[in-house]
């Protein structure tokens, strides 16, 4: 599901940063961003969404060029911060990044480059030299080791924030919890092409690192969800039926035990079979009747539109405060419309 893009004219850049709490990082970032861009006269937005941070993040982000603030009412987390800030742009190519400055805006160029080289949709950024502590890169390689098994992608690190997409990527796609992590194993299920390229990574310069045990099992959570989404989203009575009927047939075992028991003049009240008969026969009406009502729930899920579960303050842009009214899910009516062609 790839888009031709005319390669004669320079492309144009919608940078995505999740910021909590970075008032420290934020300007040497927006500078080389905007240093990057400028070396080879780039149009380009730089979006900057505060999750709800304590400091002076959005005060800084908003009094800089090209910088346009969404400031959470409070903490939505990071996957929030990227839907908010990816569904905001409005150019052909968004950029995904930290607001910690450890991502190096330098490998912009060189991501946007292997898109289009490879006609691909997505280029995710690979760590190969973390600059993070031990425990870190021990959990995120468990963490990697745990995707694969489950989601089978093609990317080695997909917990790297830094990340190329076509626009389009994002016009189906909507994030919740920790799934910002597993972007491209969402968008390979809708058919689009994922690509990886190394990437710098650098020590963090400020400020202390958000990531958490809780995060982790928050991310392990998502993971099982979209296993079972790629797998059974659209026939989910195949796995929680099939589970039934293996309890039917556990309990059709037990009750030919039972009877075989009863036929014998044995004591049946000094036996499981009877209970685990009952017990499992019940199991699989529950996992039958579950899957049923999965099945519609997921039905009437793609008969709807889905509504965001964040809202926005405020946004600034260029030192200018305006306040967003109306339903969270009214983003897209508080922006400027997206760009359709080359200016």
């Not at 959470?72 to 929030?80: E, K, P, S, V």
Request: glycine share 8%; net charge neutral.
């Amino acid at each position: 599901m790839t888009s031709s893009v005319d390669r004669s004219v320079e492309p144009r850049l919608s940078v995505v940063i999740a910021v909590f709490n970075e008032e420290n990082n934020l300007s040497a970032l927006v500078d080389e961003i905007n240093a990057v861009c400028d070396g080879r006269g780039w149009v380009r937005e730089i979006i900057v969404v505060d999750d709800g941070s304590t400091d002076e993040s959005a005060r800084v982000a908003g009094s800089m060029a090209n910088v346009t603030v969404f400031r959470f009412r409070r903490n939505f987390g990071q996957t929030a911060a990227f839907d908010a800030g990816c569904h905001a742009a409005k150019y052909e190519y968004v950029i995904t990044m930290d607001g910690d400055g450890q991502n190096d805006p330098a490998d912009i160029p060189n991501l946007i480059a292997h898109l289009e080289a490879n006609n691909l949709d997505v280029v995710s950024g690979w760590r190969v030299n973390r600059q993070d502590t031990f425990g870190k890169r021990f959990v995120s390689r468990g963490a990697n080791l745990l995707r694969k098994l489950f989601l089978n992608d093609t990317i080695h690190d997909s917990g790297c924030s830094l990340k190329v997409y076509r626009r389009e990527c994002f016009d189906n796609v909507r994030l919740y919890g920790e799934m910002h992590r597993f972007i491209p194993a969402l968008l390979e299920m809708q058919g689009f092409s994922v690509g990886e390229l190394p990437v710098n990574h650098r020590p963090r310069r400020s400020g202390i690192s958000k990531y958490n045990a809780v995060r982790t099992i928050k991310g392990f959570a998502d993971m099982v969800l979209l296993w079972f989404w790629r797998s059974y989203s659209v026939r989910p009575i195949h796995l929680l039926g099939g589970i039934g009927v293996l309890f039917f047939v556990v309990a059709a075992i037990f009750g030919c035990r039972t009877v075989w028991l009863f036929l014998t003049d044995r004591k049946l009240s000094s036996t499981l079979e009877p209970l685990l008969t009952v017990f499992s026969f019940i199991a699989g009406l529950l996992f039958v009747s579950l899957g049923i009502l999965t099945d519609i729930l997921i039905k009437i899920y793609y008969a709807i539109a889905a509504e965001r579960y964040y809202s926005v303050r405020e946004i600034i842009k260029n030192g200018t405060v305006t306040k967003v009214t109306g339903r969270p899910n009214g983003l897209e009516a508080q922006i400027a419309p997206r760009a359709t062609s080359h200016d």
